[in-house]
């Protein structure tokens, strides 16, 4: 195979304002030989640590707690398996059996909240990903609809860890406010300029070099107002995977929420632009959606604003970062507080 040599740099939006709701942290999948209970059983562990990982969203914190009764016991957690053909990473027309695992949502979260282990919400920031690559003399970004095995491989990757991803559009809009040159060179006014369209929010770039057999990664991350490197290396998938593994980890570490009796608390809390019973209903979904929610008390309605007193199993700066992620309300800047927020249309 020839060497290529290209840069890859994956953009991530700049910070943690959105979000979106990861529906499959409960599920793992890997290749399986057969359909017997036997190869089924044999895999479950396995399955179940990857769950674990991708709830928990540190794996630095997984394997510094002993979470080898829960993988050991792994059956008594299963909810449901089915099997499908996947393809087979031997080559793109071959296929292979692969085993599906869904775990009971309850009993998982029992469980790491015995062994103490801090669990990341179901809703998570949005990534929006731009791929620039460069090999045979070829530069140029590659986006939503482009047969590229290195966009599957950061797709793969940020489905094992639970990352809700967005990938750009390419389109005649994209293509006017961003150019190669904008992201190999790391010009994000560009960046978060052709990015707003898109309502992402994390910002990361990463610089691929070698080839597919082995690559370097070099990566970094814009989180609010600090920048954090790391390095990945390895073939091609293996250092994309190792760099989004990195990324997952650190997010995870600044969301993930301890739900023990200790950090139960109340916050209070109070929403404007509640304008009909339509705004109520959606506002108190998505609160009661929300993990570390355990009840809701419901104050006074005035001015079309609504006084709230939530009762939360987590750490109050934890759940204010989390609270105005879903795209459903906003801090008002104003207010000092912390206490103060704005239903979004």
Same mark, same amino acid.
């Given at each position: 195979?020839?060497?290529?040599?290209?840069?890859?740099?994956?953009?991530?939006?700049?910070?943690?304002?959105?979000?979106?709701?990861?529906?499959?942290?409960?599920?793992?999948? !890997? #290749?399986?030989?057969?359909? %017997?209970?036997?190869?089924?059983? @044999?895999?479950?562990?396995?399955?179940?640590?990857?769950?674990?990982?991708?709830?928990?969203?540190?794996? $630095? !914190?997984?394997?510094? &707690?002993?979470?080898?009764?829960?993988?050991?016991?792994? /059956?008594?957690?299963?909810? $449901?398996?089915?099997?499908?053909?996947?393809?087979?990473?031997?080559?793109?027309?071959?296929? +292979?059996?692969?085993?599906?695992?869904?775990?009971?949502?309850n009993g998982i979260n029992n469980a790491?909240?015995?062994?103490?282990? #801090?669990?990341?919400?179901?809703?998570?920031?949005?990534?929006?990903?731009?791929?620039?690559?460069?090999?045979?003399?070829? =530069?140029?970004?590659?986006?939503?609809?482009?047969?590229?095995?290195?966009?599957?491989?950061?797709?793969?990757?940020?489905?094992? @860890?639970?990352? #809700?991803?967005? *990938? #750009?559009?390419?389109? *005649? /809009?994209?293509?006017s406010q961003l150019t190669f040159n904008?992201?190999?060179?790391?010009?994000?006014?560009?960046?978060?300029?052709?990015?707003?369209?898109?309502?992402?929010?994390?910002?990361?770039? &990463?610089?691929? %070099?070698?080839?597919?057999?082995?690559?370097?990664?070099?990566? =970094?991350?814009?989180?609010?107002?600090?920048?954090?490197?790391?390095?990945? +290396?390895?073939?091609?998938?293996?250092?994309?995977?190792?760099?989004?593994? /990195? *990324? !997952?980890?650190?997010?995870?570490?600044?969301?993930?929420?301890?739900?023990?009796?200790?950090?139960?608390?109340?916050? !209070?809390?109070?929403?404007?632009?509640?304008?009909?019973?339509?705004?109520?209903?959606?506002?108190?979904?998505?609160?009661? %959606?929300?993990?570390?929610?355990?009840?809701?008390?419901?104050?006074?309605?005035?001015?079309?604003?609504?006084?709230?007193? *939530?009762?939360?199993? &987590?750490?109050?700066?934890?759940? $204010?970062?989390?609270?105005?992620?879903?795209?459903?309300?906003?801090?008002?800047?104003?207010?000092?507080?912390?206490?103060?927020? @704005?239903?979004?249309?």
């Amino acid at each position: 195979m020839p060497k290529l040599f290209f840069s890859l740099i994956f953009v991530f939006a700049a910070s943690i304002a959105s979000a979106a709701e990861v529906t499959d942290l409960y599920k793992a999948q !890997a #290749p399986v030989e057969s359909q %017997s209970e036997q190869d089924r059983l @044999r895999l479950a562990p396995e399955l179940l640590k990857q769950v674990v990982i991708k709830v928990v969203g540190d794996r $630095r !914190a997984v394997e510094q &707690a002993d979470i080898s009764a829960l993988v050991t016991d792994a /059956e008594r957690y299963i909810d $449901r398996f089915y099997y499908q053909q996947i393809p087979s990473n031997d080559g793109e027309a071959m296929q +292979q059996l692969a085993l599906t695992l869904d775990f009971n949502v309850n009993g998982i979260n029992n469980a790491l909240q015995r062994i103490g282990l #801090p669990v990341w919400d179901k809703i998570r920031p949005e990534s929006l990903i731009w791929v620039a690559i460069e090999y045979a003399g070829k =530069q140029q970004l590659i986006g939503e609809g482009d047969e590229d095995s290195l966009l599957l491989y950061v797709e793969q990757a940020a489905e094992k @860890r639970g990352i #809700p991803l967005l *990938l #750009p559009l390419m389109d *005649l /809009e994209d293509q006017s406010q961003l150019t190669f040159n904008d992201v190999s060179t790391g010009n994000n006014t560009a960046i978060k300029k052709a990015s707003a369209r898109y309502g992402a929010s994390v910002v990361v770039t &990463a610089r691929l %070099s070698g080839s597919e057999e082995s690559a370097e990664i070099s990566w =970094q991350a814009m989180l609010g107002e600090e920048v954090e490197r790391w390095s990945s +290396q390895g073939t091609v998938q293996t250092a994309i995977q190792s760099g989004v593994d /990195e *990324l !997952a980890d650190r997010l995870g570490r600044r969301l993930n929420m301890s739900f023990t009796a200790a950090d139960d608390a109340e916050l !209070a809390i109070q929403v404007s632009g509640v304008h009909d019973y339509e705004g109520y209903s959606r506002l108190m979904d998505y609160l009661g %959606s929300l993990q570390a929610v355990t009840d809701i008390k419901v104050g006074s309605l005035g001015s079309e604003k609504l006084d709230l007193v *939530l009762m939360i199993q &987590a750490e109050p700066a934890k759940f $204010r970062q989390l609270l105005s992620m879903g795209r459903v309300i906003q801090p008002d800047n104003s207010d000092n507080n912390g206490s103060q927020y @704005r239903l979004l249309p």
